[in-house]
């Protein structure tokens, strides 16, 4: 083999290596987020309130399960009193679509700091867990918003049929059966270690590296090669 013919073929497998890369990036697995504005119209002691808030809804993937976090820019509702340091506990649920149906319960800590009288209630992030049990694109939207404090509740419910603000590709969990799906409600400060992100930022990352980790092996094994038909050739 002439040392010409040599290095064509070096240079073909170093450009199938970075096929196989794009290949596996191109093989990510779809997530897509957005901040979606929702119309409350609420029920509160003192009569009906509506505000409108833009919410985002965020994944963590853990297992075969999904944390999901619920945020609210801007508050909505209003107490005509002050409400002290954790007097106001929020939940609420989040609707499942698409390939699963169902609903996610999510709640959070109560309120870390006092809120005037007459101001508008800012929600801490509301977190829970969904576990997939259809498989494909599955739909995360705004639900019911239940506040209580001072011994009252107050239900804010959506009312203008608001859009995902979550869509994720996902299969079903070992075991599971078609049907609602309902989420375990969890605090809104995570307890243990940092969980790989699996929302919109999500497995395109994890899975970029391994089409870099293609790459390197495939240039690692082209170096090799050149090493070693040079020494055949002294």
């Given at each position: ?14 450009f199938a290596?970075?096929?196989a ?37 965020k ?88 506040i ?7 239900t ?11 869509t ?67």
């Amino acid at each position: 083999m002439s040392y010409r013919t040599y290095q064509k073929r070096t240079a073909a497998l170093a450009f199938a290596a970075a096929l196989a890369g794009s290949a596996v990036l191109m093989a990510a697995p779809a997530a897509h987020a957005d901040v979606v504005d929702v119309n409350y119209q609420c029920k509160t002691p003192i009569g009906d309130k509506s505000a409108v808030s833009p919410i985002d809804i965020k994944s963590v993937r853990s297992g075969s399960a999904y944390k999901l976090t619920m945020s609210w820019q801007k508050g909505v509702s209003s107490s005509p009193v002050e409400l002290g340091k954790g007097a106001m506990s929020p939940s609420a649920v989040i609707q499942v679509g698409g390939a699963d149906s169902g609903t996610v319960a999510v709640s959070g800590p109560a309120n870390a700091a006092a809120i005037p009288a007459n101001t508008p209630i800012k929600i801490s992030d509301l977190s829970g867990t969904y576990t997939p049990k259809g498989t494909g694109e599955v739909t995360f939207t705004a639900g019911v918003l239940t506040i209580k404090a001072l011994g009252t509740t107050t239900t804010c419910t959506p009312s203008n049929d608001p859009d995902p603000s979550l869509t994720l590709d996902v299969a079903a969990a070992s075991g599971s059966s078609g049907g609602s799906t309902s989420g375990e409600s969890q605090s809104g400060t995570d307890s243990g270690g940092e969980l790989p992100q699996t929302g919109p930022e999500d497995s395109a990352i994890a899975l970029g590296t391994l089409g870099g980790t293609v790459l390197l092996a495939g240039a690692a094994g082209v170096l090799w090669l050149t090493r070693r038909h040079q020494a055949v050739r002294r």
